[in-house]
């Protein structure tokens, strides 16, 4: 009778395990496949307007969440002469 409780729960817990995958998975897919195409890097930007969308962290007041002013630091001073070409 023990034997077969545990091996009862074990079927339960394994059920309980890949559904819950599938559950966490199956979204990831679906949005990978809709964004296909539809990401750009630096360089593949079409010449078309587009839009950088960099995630979640606005009210819908348009104010910044407590995550945005950790993330967001104004860009480094540049310390070259003004003859260089570039910064970093």
């Known amino acids: 009778m023990f034997k077969r409780i545990v091996k009862l729960f074990s079927i339960i817990l394994f059920v ?6 599938l559950i966490l998975i199956i979204p990831r897919f679906v949005t990978a496949a809709y964004a296909r195409g ?18 979640a962290g606005l009210y819908r007041n348009g104010s910044a969440t407590r995550f945005w ?8 001073t540049c310390s070259l002469p003004a003859k260089s070409k570039s910064c970093s």
Not at 38 to 46: I, Y
Not at 69 to 76: C, E, S
């Open 16 to 21: 309980c395990i890949f559904l819950g995958l």
């Open 38 to 55: 539809k990401v750009f890097t630096v360089s593949d930007v079409p010449v078309r307007r587009v839009a950088i969308v960099f995630g």
């Open 69 to 76: 002013p950790t993330v967001l630091r104004p860009p480094p």
